[in-house]
C-alpha cells in the first residue's frame, strides 16, 4: 500500500518534517560488509517509506525556490539536512537518482537543471553527474520535437546556421521540407526560439547571440520564402532579437518560465499560420482582444438553470415563483387547480380553478445568468472548484481552458487595455494573472493525467501541432455552427463541442504510446542526449553510472522510477479512455461532482450554525449592520466562541469553494454580484443570517444547494437499485451519518488503491488496471446507499420583525377579534406623549408583540392593551413605564390602527435624523418629484386629510412595496392613484373618495416614496408655522 500511494495518500500524509530517527534502520546497511536481508518483507516495507521521504525532500527542494512558500524555513533545511545525512549513510547512488526523477517529474526538466547548477543543493545528484554536468553543453529539453521529424530537420539546420553564420544550408532544409506551407512556418518559427531565442536563457552571456548572429538570421527572415507575410516576418524577427512584450526570456526566469514561454510562442506560430476556422476566435483573442470584450470565453462557467427550463420533462410544465420569490412549477396545462406549499420557505402557494394565489406568480423573465469574458476570479479559488461543468472529459476541458489562457496571454501582450476589459473583476497585472491561471491549468492536467509535468506539456504541443491539419482532416466540422467572436452561449459551446470532438479526442488516442515515443526522441536527441539529467530521467543510469549496486533484485531502474500518480482527477481520465462512461454511470458522475461532494459532509455545522443565528436575531427589531469578526467579538463563553468561531470557518470555507456554482447552478437566484468575491471575516454579517431576501440569501442558497447536491446523488444511487425514495427526514434532524461524508484521503484514495493492479513484463514498462465495476459498487455501499433524501422545507430561516407577513397577521387579528380605529384624541396623546425616536420604537416593539400574540390566541376587543401586557403577558417589569402610561387609552380592538400609527411615527423619525426609513425597498420606488409633480402634491396636501394619507401610504409601501417581487405586482409605471384606491377600498377607508377626486394623476407608483416624504415635510413646515 506504501507503494501504490506513492504521490496521492503516502505524499500528503507526510506533512510533517521527520527528525533525526526517522529512516528506517533496518534499511542501513550495520557496517561495511554486511548489508540488509532485501528478499524480507520488513525490507521491501522500508524502501517504500524512504521512497516516501525522498518524495517529501524533492517537494522541499522546490519550496525553497519559491518565493510564496518561504514558511518553516529551517524545519524544511533540516529535513533536507537529515536527507542528505541519510544518502551518505546509505552508500547507494539509486536514492539520488530517485530524487532527481522525481524533481524533474513533478517540476520540470529546466528546474532540475537549475537545481544542479547550485552548490548548495549538489548532494543531490550523484558526484559522477555533477562531473558530467561540468563537461558538457548546457541543453535544455526540447519539447518541440512532439512537432515531429520535420521540424528536428529544421532545428537543426537553423542551429548550424548560428554556429557557421551562413543560411545556405537553412535554405535548402526549409525547400525540401515536406510539410505544408503552413505547418513548415511554424517549424521555422519555433526552430528560431529554441535555436536562437533560448540561448538568451543561458546564464553564461558569452552563449548569447552575437550581433553577427542576429543579423544573419533578420537578413534571413526577410528574403525567407516562408515567412511569407509582414506579420511572420515581425514576428520571426522579434524571436531573433528577444523582443517579445512580457515574454522575453533572461536567466533568471527561464528556468521558471520557460515552459510557459515555449507554450506560448509555439500557441502565437500557430494561430498566426493556421488555417483552420476553429482557429478565428483565438486569433481575435490573441490578436484583436477588443473584439472580443463581450464575448463568451471557452470553459467559462455558465448558467445550469437556464438550460433547465428546456429539459425534457420540464419543458411541458410552466414555471412560477412563490410570494418570496423561489420558483415552483405547475404541470398538466400550467395552471393551478390547487393550494401546496413552497419547499423552500413554506409560503401557500397554487391556487384553485385556474386561479393562482395573491403572490403565486408565473415566471416569465427568461433570463440566463450565464456571463461574457473571463470570470474565474482568483486563481486560488480554482484550487478548490470542479475541473469540467460541460458534457466533456476533464483531460478535455481543462486542455480548452489552456489553450483559452494561452490565447489570453498573447492578446495582453498585444492589447494590455483591452485584454483587461475581458477579465471580471477587473485584476491590476492581466500578464501575471494569466500566467498564474496557466500554471493551474498544467497542474490540473498533470494530476487527471497522473503523467509527469514534462509529458503533459509534450500533450498541449501534441494538440497544438494538430490544429495545423487541414480541414479536410478534421472531418464533422461542417457546417460551421459558431462565429468569430463567440457572440453566444450557444455559439461557443458549439466551437467548444467541434475543437473537443475533431481535434483534441482524436489526438488523446493511444496517448501512452505517443508519448513513450516522444520520451524516446528526446533520448534519442543528439542535441541534448549529452546531457546527464536527461539521461537519468529517461535512460537507465546503470549504463553510465559505476558505483550503483549491481546484481540487485531490489535496487534497479524500475524501482527507482517515478510511478503514475493516482488521484481521483486520474481515475476518471481513465474512466473516459475506456469509454467507460455508459458502464459505471454512478461512479463517473461522482467523478464529476467530487469536489463539491466532499463539501456536503459540512451540512449539519452550517445547519448548526444557522439555528444560532435564527435563535439569536429572531423577531429583533432592526437588521444588525456590523463585519463578521466584529460579531465574534461580542461577549460570550470561551467554549461557545471557540464553536461559533469553528462553525463560521467553515461556513466561509463551503462558500468560497463553492460560490461559482451558487451562481450559476443554484436553484435560488442570488442577486447580481454576490458571487463575484470570496466571503472573509470582514465580509458582512448578514451573508451568514439565514433569510429570503438581501444578502441573507447567500446563506439559505448554500444550505439548499448542499442539501440539492445530496438529494441529487442518493435519488439516483436508489433509481440505480431499483429502490424508491421512502426515506426523509427534515434538515432540523440532519447529522453526519444522514450525509454523504468521506475524507479523500483517508476514505476515497484507498478505496481506489485497493482496486489498482500492477502488471510488467520483461523489458516492458510497469502497466495499472482499475476494477472500475468493483469501485463503483464499493462507493455506492460505503457513501451512498441508504442515506435519507432531506427536505427543504425546514431550513432555519431568520425573519426580522419587519419582515414578517403583517397582511397575513392582521387577517388573523381580525379573524380573532373586532378592530377599529383609533379616536383623534388618543393619537394626538399617543404622538405627544411619543416624542423620542427610541420611545416610539419601545412602543412599536410592544405593540408587534402583542399582535403576534392575538394572531394566534385572541382576546377580548375591549380589553385595556396595558392590561393585556401586564397581566396576560407578564410583560410589564420588561416595557417601559413611560410607553405603558401614553399606550393607556388604547384597547385591544385599537391593536392595528396602533401599529398603523407607530410604524408611521418611526419613519418619520428616521427621517428627521436624516436616515432613509425605506431602505430595503426598490429603488424602482424612489424616482424624484419633478417641480410640476410637487407644486400638485402641495395642491392636495392642502386640502386633504393629511394623517390619515401619510399612515395609509405608509402602509401601502411596507405591506406591498417592500415584497421581493413587488415591482411585477405593482408596476413602478403604474397610477399612484389608481394603485392606493383599491388598497383603500378593501378596507374602507373615506379616504379613497377624496384621493379619487382631488389626488394628481401625474403621480406614479415610482414617486411613492417621494411622496411621503413630501407629505412629511409638508406636516412638520406647518407645524413649525
Given at each position: ?321 412563490c410570494p418570496n420569490g423561489h420558483p415552483c412549477t405547475v404541470g398538466e396545462c400550467g395552471l393551478p387547480m390547487e393550494t401546496s406549499h413552497c419547499p423552500d420557505c413554506g409560503a401557500q402557494v397554487g391556487g384553485q380553478l385556474h386561479k393562482p394565489l ?510 393585556y401586557i401586564e397581566n396576560v403577558l407578564q410583560m410589564g417589569d420588561q416595557t417601559n413605564p413611560h410607553v405603558l402610561q401614553a399606550l393607556r387609552r388604547c384597547h385591544l380592538k385599537h391593536n392595528i390602527a396602533l401599529w398603523q400609527l407607530l410604524s ?122
Amino acid at each position: 500500500m506504501c507503494e501504490k500511494s506513492e504521490g496521492s495518500i503516502g505524499y500528503e500524509y507526510i506533512n510533517y518534517l521527520p527528525g533525526d530517527r526517522s529512516f528506517p534502520e533496518n534499511y542501513l546497511p550495520k557496517n561495511n560488509r554486511e548489508t540488509p536481508q532485501e528478499s524480507s518483507v520488513e525490507y521491501l516495507q522500508a524502501v517504500a517509506k524512504v521512497r516516501l521521504y525522498l518524495s517529501k525532500a524533492a517537494e522541499l527542494v522546490f519550496d525553497l525556490h519559491e518565493p510564496t512558500e518561504q514558511d518553516q524555513v529551517e524545519e524544511k533545511q533540516r529535513y533536507l539536512a537529515n536527507v542528505r545525512v541519510f544518502c551518505s549513510l546509505a552508500k547507494n547512488n539509486w536514492h539520488r537518482v530517485y530524487l532527481v526523477r522525481k524533481i524533474a517529474s513533478q517540476y520540470g526538466m529546466e528546474f532540475a537543471q537549475k537545481v544542479v547548477t547550485e552548490a548548495q543543493f549538489n548532494w543531490v545528484f550523484p558526484v559522477e553527474i555533477l562531473q558530467q554536468i561540468q563537461n558538457s553543453q548546457s541543453n535544455h529539453i526540447d519539447r518541440y520535437l512532439a512537432c515531429g521529424k520535420n521540424y528536428r530537420v529544421l532545428r537543426d539546420a537553423v542551429g548550424k546556421a548560428m554556429i557557421e553564420c551562413k543560411t545556405e544550408g537553412l535554405l535548402e532544409a526549409e525547400k525540401a521540407s515536406s510539410s505544408s506551407p503552413a505547418v513548415r512556418s511554424v517549424h521555422l518559427l519555433l526552430a528560431i526560439f529554441r535555436e536562437v531565442t533560448a540561448l538568451y536563457g543561458v546564464s553564461d552571456s558569452s552563449l548569447h547571440p552575437k550581433q553577427q548572429q542576429t543579423d544573419v538570421m533578420t537578413k534571413f527572415i526577410q528574403n525567407s520564402e516562408v515567412l511569407n507575410s509582414p506579420d511572420l516576418q515581425h514576428f520571426a524577427a522579434s524571436l531573433v532579437m528577444n523582443a517579445l512584450p512580457s515574454l522575453r526570456v533572461d536567466p533568471q526566469s527561464f528556468s521558471h518560465s520557460g515552459a510557459l514561454i515555449e507554450m506560448a510562442v509555439h500557441t502565437a506560430a500557430v494561430l498566426l499560420c493556421g488555417q483552420n476556422p476553429v482557429l478565428q476566435p483565438l486569433r481575435n483573442l490573441a490578436f484583436h482582444p477588443h473584439t472580443m470584450e463581450h464575448s463568451f470565453l471557452p470553459t467559462m462557467p455558465e448558467d445550469i438553470m437556464a438550460q433547465a427550463r428546456a429539459w425534457e420533462g420540464v419543458a411541458t410544465l410552466r414555471w412560477y415563483t412563490c410570494p418570496n420569490g423561489h420558483p415552483c412549477t405547475v404541470g398538466e396545462c400550467g395552471l393551478p387547480m390547487e393550494t401546496s406549499h413552497c419547499p423552500d420557505c413554506g409560503a401557500q402557494v397554487g391556487g384553485q380553478l385556474h386561479k393562482p394565489l395573491r403572490g403565486f406568480q408565473e415566471f416569465r423573465s427568461n433570463e440566463d445568468r450565464t456571463q461574457t469574458g473571463h470570470i474565474l476570479g482568483d486563481v486560488q479559488h480554482r484550487k478548490t472548484m470542479g475541473v469540467s461543468d460541460r458534457a466533456m472529459s476533464p483531460v478535455v476541458f481543462v486542455l480548452i481552458r489552456l489553450l483559452t489562457h494561452l490565447t489570453m496571454l498573447l492578446g495582453a501582450t498585444k492589447d494590455p487595455q483591452s485584454l483587461q476589459k475581458i477579465i471580471k473583476p477587473p485584476v491590476h497585472n492581466s500578464v501575471s494573472f494569466l500566467q498564474q491561471h496557466i500554471r493551474e491549468d498544467l497542474a490540473q492536467l498533470t494530476k487527471i493525467l497522473g503523467k509527469s509535468v514534462d509529458e503533459t506539456i509534450a500533450i498541449l504541443h501534441l494538440v497544438l501541432s494538430s490544429l495545423l491539419k487541414n480541414t479536410h482532416q478534421h472531418p464533422g466540422q461542417w457546417p460551421v455552427r459558431f462565429d468569430n467572436v463567440l457572440s453566444t452561449k450557444e455559439k461557443r459551446n458549439k466551437w467548444e463541442e467541434i475543437v473537443a470532438n475533431t481535434i483534441i479526442v482524436p489526438e488523446l488516442e493511444d496517448l501512452d504510446k505517443k508519448i513513450r515515443k516522444l520520451n524516446r526522441q528526446i533520448q534519442e536527441d543528439e542535441r541534448i542526449s549529452s546531457n546527464p539529467i536527461v539521461k537519468i530521467v529517461y535512460g537507465d543510469p546503470v549504463t553510465f553510472l559505476s558505483q550503483l549496486p549491481k546484481d540487485s533484485h531490489i535496487h534497479h531502474s524500475k524501482m527507482w522510477s517515478c510511478r503514475k500518480r493516482i488521484s481521483v482527477e486520474n481515475l476518471g481520465h481513465v474512466v473516459q479512455q475506456k469509454n467507460a462512461k455508459d458502464t459505471v454511470p454512478l461512479l463517473w458522475n461522482f467523478l464529476q461532482k467530487e469536489t463539491e461532494l466532499r463539501l456536503v459532509k459540512f451540512l449539519p455545522e452550517i445547519l448548526a450554525l444557522q439555528r444560532d443565528l435564527v435563535r439569536r436575531f429572531q423577531n429583533t427589531a432592526a437588521v444588525k449592520h456590523c463585519s463578521i469578526r466584529d460579531f465574534l467579538k461580542e461577549p460570550l463563553s470561551d467554549v461557545m466562541r471557540d464553536l461559533l468561531q469553528r462553525r463560521v470557518n467553515v461556513f466561509l470555507s463551503v462558500w468560497n469553494k463553492l460560490r461559482s456554482s451558487l451562481d450559476t447552478n443554484g436553484e435560488i437566484k442570488l442577486p447580481k454580484g454576490y458571487c463575484d468575491a470570496d466571503l472573509t471575516l470582514d465580509s458582512k454579517l448578514e451573508v451568514l443570517l439565514p433569510r429570503r431576501q438581501g444578502l441573507g440569501l447567500c446563506s439559505t442558497a448554500l444550505a439548499s444547494y448542499l442539501i440539492s447536491l445530496h438529494n441529487d446523488f442518493i435519488h439516483s444511487v436508489n433509481k440505480h437499485i431499483k429502490e424508491d425514495d421512502r426515506y426523509f427526514i427534515s434538515p432540523s434532524e440532519v447529522a453526519d451519518l444522514h450525509l454523504i461524508s468521506y475524507e479523500l484521503e483517508r476514505d476515497l484514495i484507498p478505496l481506489i488503491l485497493s482496486n489498482c493492479q500492477y502488471s510488467m513484463e520483461k523489458g516492458g514498462e510497469t502497466l495499472q488496471d482499475f476494477d472500475l465495476e468493483r469501485i463503483q459498487q464499493q462507493v455506492i455501499s460505503k457513501f451512498l446507499q441508504g442515506k435519507p433524501l432531506i427536505t427543504l422545507k425546514g431550513i432555519p430561516t431568520l425573519v426580522y420583525r419587519h419582515d414578517r407577513n403583517y397582511e397575513q397577521m392582521f387577517n388573523d387579528v381580525r379573524n380573532k377579534l373586532d378592530q377599529s380605529p383609533l379616536p383623534s384624541s388618543v393619537m394626538n396623546m399617543i404622538s405627544g406623549e411619543l416624542q423620542s425616536y427610541s420611545d416610539v420604537c419601545d412602543a412599536l416593539s410592544i405593540t408587534e408583540i402583542t399582535l403576534g400574540f392575538l394572531a394566534m390566541a385572541g382576546e377580548n376587543a375591549e380589553m385595556l392593551l396595558t392590561d393585556y401586557i401586564e397581566n396576560v403577558l407578564q410583560m410589564g417589569d420588561q416595557t417601559n413605564p413611560h410607553v405603558l402610561q401614553a399606550l393607556r387609552r388604547c384597547h385591544l380592538k385599537h391593536n392595528i390602527a396602533l401599529w398603523q400609527l407607530l410604524s408611521t411615527r418611526k419613519s418619520e423619525q428616521l427621517l428627521r435624523l436624516k436616515r432613509d426609513p425605506f431602505v430595503d425597498i426598490n429603488t424602482a420606488y424612489k424616482a424624484e418629484l419633478s417641480p410640476e409633480i410637487a407644486k400638485l402634491l402641495n395642491t392636495f396636501l392642502v386640502h386633504s386629510r393629511l394623517e390619515t394619507f401619510l399612515q395609509e401610504l405608509h402602509e401601502m409601501i411596507v405591506l406591498k412595496l417592500r415584497r421581493v417581487q413587488a415591482v411585477d405586482e405593482f408596476r413602478p409605471i403604474w397610477s399612484l392613484k389608481e394603485s392606493l384606491i383599491p388598497y383603500l377600498d378593501a378596507k374602507d377607508s373615506e379616504l379613497a373618495t377624496e384621493l379619487q377626486e382631488l389626488f394628481p394623476d401625474e403621480i406614479l407608483l415610482c414617486h411613492a416614496i417621494a411622496t411621503w416624504k413630501a407629505a412629511v415635510l409638508f406636516k412638520r413646515e406647518h407645524r413649525e408655522s
